[in-house]
């Protein structure tokens, strides 16, 4: 396995080449600060090697209240969730190989239907965005404020320098 | 249709650029010379055009292998398919576009209601990838690799255009531990070490995933006490005893007891 200093840059430049718009990056520090969510969701205590939660997003541009179709609303979201797996796949692999540890945590993490089993593990990709600074203004300063994201994260064993930290 | 001429390197670059981890190249002429399975699953007789299958493999994250049984590792399966699926499609497609006839073999496509009926599959991409130097037959039946020990997805692209192949694996990279038959909760594998592999009871693995579909369907014991792959030594990952306490607990979760459930009723 080779070890190559990745950059944010370079993180987010290969992320937007798998086909997302939002690329932000949260520190698992903001988990503990914050406090919004139970300790067994944390992203390190989902996996121990967490230093760094990298969060994609594609918008939606057609909400379900703007379509006439539900139809059409849930492909959209189908498609983009599909979207956003592949390219979550990728960037751990990416990461991977460059030497830092990474895994992926599917857009759907918790199933329909399935939270009452005690193994099934499940990771708010919503706080991860927000915690990476998307629903701020820097973040949205490209979308009409009101826009709806379907979102993916990857927990990963690359650290950001402090003066990394943001969204982009 | 302009006849392009390709270099392995291209095709291994195109494959990548595509999703592929692993990227191994099989002249048919391997299926002759071993005589592992019957000829009418050589990758000739499947398509009679072909000359090379194109194996492609990529890993499933150990970390979501480790969650097993699990929703996560469920959708893992679901998007390394896709991925795969797509991958080969389009390298099919790059290799047409230039000249030189393909198609992708799909990664399976039989579903679990007709493996029971007939448990065999129309292409074995294991095979492919063993005769594409991808890696050696594990005791449970799987390709295992150096990277990755058994946990990874497999597809073939079956192609025309004749290219070298890739030196197999010499040895066996399957230690032949037999913890993947230690851990397997439906007993599924027995034999004498001097076997290559396994006889495997594929009936009774089936039958368990076909009892619990939905999230719990996936089982993979097999897969995660595997000690071989450098995905390891990666995630940190070295202490294969803790699945065997897990081990007890999943014989009541497939007996439906520790579940609280006697089947699943999601989609």
Same mark, same amino acid.
């Given at each position: 396995?080779? @070890?190559?200093?990745? +950059?944010?840059?370079?993180? =987010? /430049? *290969?992320?937007? $080449?798998?086909?997302?718009?939002?690329?932000?990056?949260?520190?698992?520090?903001?988990?503990?600060?914050?406090?919004?969510?139970?300790?067994?969701?944390?992203?390190?205590?989902?996996?121990?090697?967490?230093?760094?939660?990298?969060?994609?997003?594609?918008?939606?541009?057609? @909400?379900?209240?703007? +379509?006439?179709?539900?139809? =059409? /609303? *849930?492909?959209? $979201?189908?498609?983009?969730?599909?979207?956003?797996?592949?390219?979550?796949?990728?960037?751990?692999?990416?990461?991977?190989?460059?030497?830092?540890?990474?895994?992926?945590?599917?857009?759907?993490?918790?199933?329909?239907?399935?939270?009452?089993?005690?193994?099934?593990?499940?990771?708010?990709?919503?706080?991860?965005?927000?915690?990476?600074?998307?629903?701020?203004?820097?973040?949205?300063?490209?979308?009409?404020?009101?826009?709806?994201?379907?979102?993916?994260?990857?927990?990963?064993?690359?650290?950001?320098?402090?003066?990394?930290?943001?969204?982009? | 249709?302009?006849?392009?001429?390709?270099?392995?390197?291209?095709?291994?670059?195109?494959?990548?650029?595509?999703?592929?981890?692993?990227?191994?190249?099989?002249?048919?002429?391997?299926?002759?010379?071993?005589?592992?399975?019957?000829?009418?699953?050589?990758?000739?007789?499947?398509?009679?055009?072909?000359?090379?299958?194109?194996?492609?493999?990529?890993?499933?994250?150990?970390?979501?292998?480790?969650?097993?049984?699990?929703?996560?590792?469920?959708?893992?399966?679901?998007?390394?398919?896709?991925?795969?699926?797509?991958?080969?499609?389009?390298?099919?497609?790059?290799?047409?576009?230039?000249?030189?006839?393909?198609?992708?073999?799909?990664?399976?496509?039989?579903?679990?209601?007709?493996?029971?009926?007939?448990?065999?599959?129309?292409?074995?991409?294991?095979?492919?990838?063993?005769?594409?130097?991808?890696?050696?037959?594990?005791?449970?039946?799987?390709?295992?690799?150096?990277?990755?020990?058994?946990?990874?997805?497999?597809?073939?692209?079956?192609?025309?255009?004749?290219?070298?192949?890739?030196?197999?694996?010499?040895?066996?990279?399957?230690?032949?531990?037999?913890?993947?038959?230690?851990?397997?909760?439906?007993?599924?594998?027995?034999?004498?070490?001097?076997?290559?592999?396994?006889?495997?009871?594929?009936?009774?693995?089936?039958?368990?995933?076909?009892?619990?579909?939905?999230?719990?369907?996936?089982?993979?014991?097999?897969?995660?006490?595997?000690?071989?792959?450098?995905?390891?030594?990666?995630?940190?990952?070295?202490?294969?005893?803790?699945?065997?306490?897990?081990?007890?607990?999943?014989?009541?979760?497939?007996?439906?007891?520790?579940?609280?459930?006697?089947?699943?009723?999601?989609?």
């Amino acid at each position: 396995m080779v @070890s190559v200093k990745l +950059t944010k840059a370079q993180i =987010i /430049a *290969k992320a937007k $080449e798998f086909g997302a718009e939002f690329v932000g990056f949260a520190s698992i520090d903001k988990w503990a600060k914050h406090a919004d969510v139970a300790i067994e969701f944390y992203p390190q205590k989902i996996w121990s090697q967490t230093r760094t939660v990298v969060i994609l997003g594609v918008p939606l541009w057609l @909400s379900i209240e703007q +379509t006439l179709s539900l139809a =059409i /609303a *849930k492909e959209q $979201e189908r498609v983009t969730s599909d979207l956003l797996d592949e390219a979550a796949y990728r960037i751990a692999l990416f990461l991977n190989n460059n030497g830092y540890p990474s895994v992926n945590i599917p857009c759907d993490s918790n199933g329909e239907n399935i939270a009452d089993f005690p193994t099934v593990t499940v990771f708010s990709h919503v706080w991860a965005a927000h915690y990476a600074g998307l629903g701020q203004n820097r973040a949205l300063a490209n979308w009409q404020h009101g826009t709806q994201w379907n979102l993916v994260s990857i927990l990963s064993a690359f650290e950001l320098e402090c003066d990394q930290l943001g969204a982009t | 249709m302009i006849r392009r001429e390709l270099s392995k390197a291209e095709i291994t670059a195109a494959a990548r650029k595509l999703g592929a981890e692993l990227v191994g190249y099989a002249p048919v002429s391997r299926w002759e010379e071993y005589q592992n399975l019957r000829e009418e699953f050589y990758p000739h007789h499947v398509w009679p055009l072909t000359k090379t299958v194109i194996s492609l493999a990529i890993p499933s994250l150990f970390p979501i292998v480790e969650t097993k049984i699990s929703h996560l590792y469920r959708s893992q399966y679901n998007n390394t398919n896709s991925l795969l699926d797509k991958s080969a499609y389009m390298l099919a497609a790059f290799l047409n576009r230039n000249g030189h006839a393909a198609i992708p073999i799909c990664r399976d496509g039989y579903g679990v209601g007709v493996l029971k009926e007939k448990p065999i599959a129309a292409f074995s991409h294991v095979w492919a990838g063993y005769y594409a130097g991808l890696g050696s037959i594990g005791w449970n039946h799987t390709l295992v690799t150096r990277q990755f020990g058994p946990r990874h997805r497999l597809v073939s692209v079956l192609t025309a255009l004749e290219i070298e192949g890739d030196p197999m694996i010499e040895g066996n990279l399957c230690n032949k531990c037999r913890l993947c038959e230690k851990g397997c909760p439906t007993q599924s594998f027995s034999g004498n070490k001097q076997d290559k592999y396994s006889n495997m009871e594929k009936a009774a693995c089936t039958n368990r995933r076909e009892r619990f579909k939905g999230p719990f369907e996936h089982c993979g014991f097999c897969l995660k006490v595997c000690p071989i792959g450098e995905d390891r030594k990666l995630y940190k990952s070295t202490d294969i005893s803790k699945y065997f306490n897990e081990a007890k607990s999943f014989a009541a979760w497939s007996s439906g007891v520790g579940a609280n459930i006697s089947e699943w009723r999601g989609r």
